[in-house]
């Protein structure tokens, strides 16, 4: 079942998330997979504003974590249909947007 177009609000957490990273990497001259370090309540994963997905971060495949960061946003609930979505530190990004 298509839950249709991604809510605009729920782009914006991983959107915000990147924001985050970058404003971090300027500071710290390296990538974090540790929410805490940028201020969000958990180390692991950050729900987005319509909790219609959950977002995590990783090193990105092929990077160690202080030259890539990997945001994932793992569709939950009815927006699971639709799939999950990936932003990378480089602009790369997979999924439905």
Not at 21 to 32: G, L, P
Not at 63 to 82: G, K, M, N
Not at 90 to 97: E, H, L, N, P, Q
Request: charged share 25%; proline share 3%.
């Amino acid at each position: 079942m298509f839950a249709g177009p991604i809510d605009r609000m729920d782009i914006r957490t991983l959107l915000r998330l990147c924001r985050h990273k970058s404003a971090f990497f300027a500071d710290q001259v390296r990538y974090t997979d540790d929410l805490m370090d940028l201020g969000y309540a958990s180390a692991t994963a950050v729900p987005s504003v319509e909790n219609f997905y959950e977002v995590t971060a990783s090193a990105c495949i092929d990077a160690p974590i202080d030259r890539c960061i990997l945001l994932s946003a793992v569709a939950q609930t009815d927006q699971a249909s639709d799939g999950d979505l990936t932003l990378d530190s480089r602009g790369a990004k997979t999924g439905y947007w």
